[in-house]
């Protein structure tokens, strides 16, 4: 069984910074591809960053191309979206997402396979 632990979140002002840490469990997280969507209320859950399984390919939503930076460590397990120059816009609860094909960077939620809880990120203005 697979678990994604989001961390990280919280109330931050705008042009600030957080970095969202993702600990997934399992021996294949090096085989996955991983990605980051988030979701404000009342709204769909939306991409925002996708990683490859070696980390040398990525992927961005164009609302947060040049501010987010998506990355991971597979010794440690762990994914990372590090965030900055935040916008009120970006306030939402976000989620960190597995794909276990592994092939492809993925924007689609219905392309991976497991989720965390989430962690929010809220950005006053």
């Known amino acids: 069984q697979v678990q994604l632990v989001e961390s990280g979140g919280g109330l931050v002002q705008a042009g600030g910074s957080l970095r969202l840490s993702c600990a997934v469990s399992g021996r294949t997280f090096n085989k996955y591809t991983m990605g980051w969507f988030r979701q404000a209320p009342g709204k769909e859950r939306d991409f925002v960053a996708a990683i490859n399984w070696s980390g040398k390919s990525t992927w961005y939503a164009d609302s947060v191309k040049g501010r987010f930076t998506i990355s991971r460590d597979n010794a440690k397990n762990t994914v990372y979206l590090q965030t900055n120059s935040l916008k009120p816009e970006d306030t939402a609860n976000y989620y960190c997402?597995?794909?276990?094909?592994?092939?492809?960077?993925?924007?689609?939620?219905?392309?991976?396979?497991?989720w965390g809880q989430g962690t929010q990120v809220t950005v006053s203005s």
């Open positions: 997402a597995a794909d276990s094909r592994g092939q492809y960077l993925n924007a689609k939620v219905w392309e991976y396979d497991y």
